[in-house]
């Protein structure tokens, strides 16, 4: 898919042409054979995939945390290519504008979610997926430790890539 942008699915959602040279690397979706439920999502809606070796990184994280008091739910984990393109069209439907839209919500096939080691997560009665995450005890416990377990925050304030901070999503990139 990578090398075939601008794509005809980003042309009918509105995706500008350079969106590939915008420094967000391009992400095949992970093996289905290889992603493991973690949870159901905080919703219910759905299961929380993730891929092996991440899901192994993501328990143990979550009982480090537990041991110190704090509760993690995970949120959102692997997310198809199909899951991500009817993301925008919902919020293009509800009439946000696909600029604004790229701010929070990669495109089609540049999602870490595709590979199946990001987390969306929250914290029991906390704000969810939302700015104010980052007030909580959870962020600041994951800002101390998730590097321990190989997690790293993406989107950080003012990060490269011109996605708006989001404190809540953390992708596994083995240990650094």
Known sequence: MA????SALHRSLGIPADYATRGLAFHAEADPSDL??????????????????AADAWQRMCAAAAA????????????SIARQTEIIRTQLAAGRTIDDILRT???PGFSEHHTGRALDLGAPGEPRLEEGFADTAAFGWLSRRAGEF????SYPRGNAHGIAFEPW???WHQLR
């Open 3 to 6: 090398a075939e942008f601008p």
């Open 105 to 107: 919500v990669a495109a």
């Open 169 to 171: 999503h953390w992708c």
């Open 68 to 79: 110190d008091g704090i509760a993690l739910l995970p949120l959102s984990g692997f997310r």
């Open 36 to 53: 493991v439920k973690v949870a159901n999502a905080a919703d219910d809606l759905r299961e929380v995939l993730l891929a092996a070796r």
């Open 150 to 153: 190989g997690f790293w925050l």
